[in-house]
């Protein structure tokens, strides 16, 4: 569709920007707070890269008054943050933690004082290591009834002053990469074990919703999906059967469940034939209806072009850029499926990431189109290497551009007829990337941390910092 015209953002558009715990908090031990499996597993040599973990982090725990200023300065109109579920149980379950409430009830304060409204996350990937140790967290059904206490006791505290929530931080990244892949914790390589602990989390995320219902009923929740739309790597009829297997496989499995409570027909009945399909259990299919958002949270960072993949001989694992070091991804994929393509047409960050701004449209469209709910972008930026210059300057202009021209699809989405209710870019100020340091900067404020520790942590306006505010200022008129 080509619009003649481009309607406003609407009035009351969500202008924010996001962050989650364990990337920035950092006092991982302090005020009575247990581990997550996190703390564990960045201890590992070799997990991530230079060895970083969230124990400093960018120290946002002591500074978040510092931080909440940066974000009314700029006029910020919504933050989204995750609480630090092992902050509020160390012990997974049981005795709560006043402090960390504490923490929590503050920065939210302070974020209504300032006309922020606060957007909470709830799990975005730090579950109690105790839980992990107990029964193997998300492998085992025990844990969907002690992330149902959790979140209650967040809906009962918070409730009051937080009217947008987010369920599950990217359950389809977090599992594809602690299961299949091996790279977040607790690090399995097993397609049936995958399937199943997703499973359980589909779970966990419908109870907590139908308890959300009972708590804060004036609310709205949905869950964030990593949503990477794929894209046929030519009009060859096996590649479009590819495109259509990585839509199914790495798309709808998790929306369908999320929006209609059910998994797509095509893929489950496959799985099902390879004894790879979940267990359904007696009232799992009642409680995974009872969970229907009333948002689809969207991350979106890029497409995916996919291939035909042959079943003998074709592609599993490739290497990950980690690095920063352009052009060293490897294609991935499923044998018999599907395997990832180059798209000669897009531009690459220096991680191999797409950087298609027509993409964010495309995605939200096919989600309009099959769900028909109001879409909440709830990550969306590009991490880049960020050069610090003499007086404290950073010339981000190649990250004013990836965003203005991912607002500006937002636009032309919104002509076509999405229900966009806000955009929260990733992230408000630089954070740890769980595998990749701190290098890879996403912020619109730069902090003075690297990999070797011992710098100052100060806070340090970027060029985009300025940008967005005149981007909030006029209700993106000029995007
Ligand atoms: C999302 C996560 O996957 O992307 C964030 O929700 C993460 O926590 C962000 O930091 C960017 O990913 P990365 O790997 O570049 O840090």
Redesign the pocket.
Known sequence: MIHEKLPPFPADFLWGS?S?A??IEGAWNEDGKGPSVWDLYTKIPGTTFKETSGDIAVDHYHRYKEDVQLMAEMGLKSYRFSVSWPRIYPHGTGEVNEAGLAFYDSLIDELVAHSIEPVLTLY??DVPQALQDRYGGWESREIIEDFNQYCITLYKRFGDRVKYWVSL??QN?NTNHAYMLGMHPPAVKDRKRFYEANHIMFLANAQAIASFRKHVPDGKIGP?F?YTPSYPASSSPEDMLAYENAEEFTSYWWLDVYCRGEYPSIPYRHLKQQGLAPVFEEGDQELLKQGMPDFVGV?Y?QTITYEHNPLHGGVSSGKMN?TGQKGSNESTGIPGLYKTANNPHVEKSN?D?NIDPIGLRIGMRRITSRYDLPIFIT?N?L?EFDKLESEDQVHDEYRIAYLKSHLHQCKQAIADGVELIGYCS??FTD??????GYQ?R?GFVYVNQDEEGGKDLRRIKKDSYFWYQDVIKTNGENI
């Open positions: 996001a989650a364990y990337q975005h990937w931080n990217e990244h964030s990593a991350n960072y980690n991680w990431w990550e930026g991490g990733w992230s954070l740890l990337s769980w595998l990749n890879k996403y």
